[in-house]
């Protein structure tokens, strides 16, 4: 048994303490949120540990959250590595592709981070971050010869694509206190607080040993579901023993393998970043595109038909906690089949589904590691972190 391991479970109590003064959010987002955090933020995240387990103080799981929740570091620079693997099957390039264009902006910008970041949702990246305070922070992600740099200063908010030669520029948006607030969270807190959102009477949670990160000492906190049905096998994060800084981030799913998520320092400074560090302005013959622009008409969003569009008032939610289910309604006839869609496109449809029966009538279920959704022939959807048997169960119990 691990030195620093706790009790396998939370009270009633100690959950409700966790919970205390979190932002509300539907259950089932959980693990998709942890997972695009960890892709797309900003990279004040994870790490890869180091040989060797340092001797540390025993400390309980509530104690360690506290920790986490206390810290305050504001100053730091260091290298990130970024390995997201959600077992989507690459024919064609069409994984690369449809990550990118998965949320491409209205613009058409390369330079927009919107969807030059959704890049971190596939493969292995390499990153420079750097912080100093709430209102200055940068990474720069490594492409071969290329670079793609996101600076936030100020109110500024800047994008810059070496390759292309484009700059996006946009403006922070300020919370109603008048700090500036990020649609994607940009501090390791902000991180640990969106995994932290699971722990519940369905969770277990422990400090299971210590490890050395980026060259600093750290416990390893553990999360995991407490019943079956959850593809999300654990979260553990690495915890920086003297800042509380989470310093790794690591899902690994129920299935076993390859983690989904590891996230993390690979090295880390807590000195200032010179203030040169967060200066920008556009190279010389740069196309500038500003926020909410529209480049080109070609760029311009198309008008989607109503029945399709799910209603603003959010999905239906089907049971609690890690084994939470979305349903949508799309008001369509569910999804063509590979023969009908045709093409390299109808062959990822088919890679990715296996058709099933039930009460429901008949339906596909589209496959990642982590995330699986359930379309039936009319046109309802049940998306969770959770098995295709649970998904199949959750649209019978729903007839």
């Keep these: 048994m691990a030195p620093y391991e706790t009790d396998d479970s939370t009270t009633a109590g100690e959950a409700d303490d966790l919970r205390a003064g979190r932002r509300k959010a539907a259950r089932y987002v959980v693990p998709v949120a942890v997972v695009g955090v960890a892709a797309a933020t900003i990279g004040l995240v994870p790490a890869i540990a180091d040989s060797g387990d340092p001797d540390l103080p025993k400390i309980t799981a509530q104690q360690l959250i506290e920790k986490i929740a206390a810290s305050d570091v504001e100053q730091l620079s260091g290298t990130v590595k970024v390995s997201t693997d959600l077992g989507l099957p690459d ?52 492409e ?108 690994t ?51 989607k038909p109503e029945s399709t569009v799910p209603s603003e008032e959010g999905p239906e939610t089907i049971g609690e906690g890690w084994n939470s289910i979305a349903v949508f309604d799309t008001g369509g006839e569910g999804m063509p089949s590979g023969a009908e869609a045709g093409g390299e ?7 990715l589904g296996d058709k099933v029966t039930g009460k429901f009538g008949e339906g596909t279920v589209f496959k990642t590691r982590l995330i699986n959704a359930l379309m039936t022939d009319d046109g309802k959807v049940y998306v969770g972190a959770v098995t295709k048997d649970a998904l199949v169960k959750a649209a019978d119990a729903a007839k």
Excluded: C
């Design 91 to 142: 024919i064609g390039g069409l994984e690369s592709s449809l990550m990118s264009g998965a949320t491409q902006p209205g613009d058409g910008s390369s330079a927009d981070p919107s969807s030059k970041l959704m890049e971190l949702a596939s493969g292995t990246h390499t990153l420079r971050v750097a912080a100093d305070g709430p209102d200055k922070q940068k990474l720069s992600l490594l």
């Design 144 to 251: 071969n010869a290329a670079e793609y740099s996101l600076i936030h200063n100020g109110k500024d908010v800047w994008g810059y694509d070496s390759s292309s030669n484009e700059v996006f520029h946009g403006t922070a948006a300020e919370s109603a206190d008048g700090k500036t607030k990020e649609d994607t969270p940009t501090t390791p807190q902000d991180l640990a607080e969106e995994a932290l959102k699971s722990v519940d009477d369905t969770t277990s949670v422990t400090v299971d040993g210590t490890a050395q990160i980026a060259g600093r000492d750290a416990y390893r906190l553990v999360i995991k579901p407490k019943d079956s049905g959850s593809t999300v096998g654990a979260i553990t994060i690495g915890v920086d023993s003297k800042t509380g800084l989470p310093l790794k981030f690591t899902l």
């Design 253 to 303: 799913p129920a299935g076993g393998g390859a983690a989904v998520v590891d996230a993390g320092f690979t090295q880390v400074s807590f000195s200032k970043p010179a203030a040169s560090t967060f200066d920008f302005t556009p190279p010389k013959g740069a196309k500038v595109t500003e926020e909410g622009e529209v480049a080109a008409e070609e760029h311009a969003p198309a008008q």
């Design 345 to 351: 496109f109808g062959g990822f449809l088919d890679s």
